[in-house]
């Protein structure tokens, strides 16, 4: 092949979207040499001076030959050698080959090379076949009497409409009967020679009910049922029972299990058939439960008062939060590329604090202070404070976990000192009732669920100086939470401040108490 032809060749296939890959490979060259063919002629083609060849002073008896005999490259070497040739017979084949492709009507050993064939007719034509282009009878008219005109029809339908597979056997049969060589169709198509032949001897043989349609896969195994059933007949089994000594099963342990049986499946399909049927690997859960007797009960007496709560009446949730140790604090930060926040193992705290709160439930305002331990006192201190603010109303109720000091015997003196007509009548009190929560049931505590926000909000990722500054923060917290309901009023019924955990509102489902929150 000569430079030209080379690269007009490689032009004609770039020009028709070809990769220069896929040019350098079809046309016989060099990655770089087919990337030259982008660009403009720098030089003009000055004709070679032709190199010394072993083969020149056996060139009439070569010619003779193969234009006597048709002798093939293996046999025309035994005769060269026994008449003085000393190349060897890779020598032989490419000079045959040269001179095939030079020779424009082609030769006995070749035809026309793969880049006359790119800018021939018979290439253009197999290209208007891929794209179902021909109008009419134009294909019929093609192919003569090949076939039939029904036929010529349904190629250009199984062209237009089926499978790549289908496409490329029609292409394949339409291009022999127009003649084509074997090696260009495969070439064209990118499968090998051997499929083209047995496409053509399907198709003479049963004509393109051999060809088409197409055989369909066997069922793969992850739609076998027997496996499925395997599968799944393990998986309602402990591991312990096969002799592997774990509590759960893994894909590995499964697929040895299986192995034993006779059943050899792959990891690939055995997740299939889990993902199908819908299992999941899943982590499990560790939920808040309360072991109260009286659960029901509480929870009912509890549920009917809110339902039946009065204008003049409120009902306060009432809790802890603490003790916090001010000090370094991790959490979600939002951080540059390169940033990396560490948090110390051990560190020196700057003080503590308690808060002791109450959210009253119907106007979703927070009362608190600092306490310096968690015990009665403290609740009842927080008790008269509540008294003093809310004295206008008929009755205020309290409802509070089932810690030792929320339910001890000198808070329920004070609570009948002060539901009495005399401590009534002198302060013009409401009268207080107790509405406690289930033993262990921290998370019906609607209180917890603010405590949650406050923390994501101002405690997280913090590293407050002093305690004053932590409970300064605090402070404006509660603060700007009870304005914002003041001024947009609300039940403690729907989400709070956009920051809490769950609902603020008492519901048996809710799990106000964030494991996390401190």
Known sequence: MTKTLERDAAKVLLARGYSISKVARLVGVTWPTAAKATQPYSTPNLPRKPRSCSLAPFRADIERELAAKGTTCTELFGILSRSGFTGSLRTVQRYVRRTSHANPEGSQTGGTSWATWLSSTDHGWMLRLTQASFLGNALADDLGKSLEPHEAAYILKVMREGRLTARNRIVAIAAHLKGIETRYIAEFLGISSLSVNEYVRRFLAQRFEGLLPLPRKPITKAADTRYSDALFALLHAPPGSYGINRCTWTMLDLKRVLSRSGLHISLFNMRQIIRRAGYRFRKAKVVLTSHDPLYHEKLTNITSILRGLRTDEKFFSVDEFGPLSIKLRGGVSLLGPDETKVIPQYQKSKGQLIV???????????????????????????????????????????SWDAASWHASKALRRFVDEVNSPDYRSAHKTPVVELAPLPASAQFLNVIESVFSGMARAIIHSSDYPSVDAAMAAIDRYFAERNQHFTVNP????????????????????NNCKDPAYR
């Open 356 to 398: 002791t709160a109450a959210l009253e439930l119907s106007t979703n305002q927070i009362c608190h202070f600092y306490s310096r331990s968690k015990n009665t006192a403290e609740m009842i201190k927080l008790l008269e404070e509540l008294l003093r603010k809310y004295q206008a109303e008929s009755r205020i109720y309290f």
């Open 490 to 509: 609300r039940r403690a019924g729907n989400k709070i401040w956009g920051q809490e955990r769950t609902n603020s509102e008492f519901a048996v489902s």
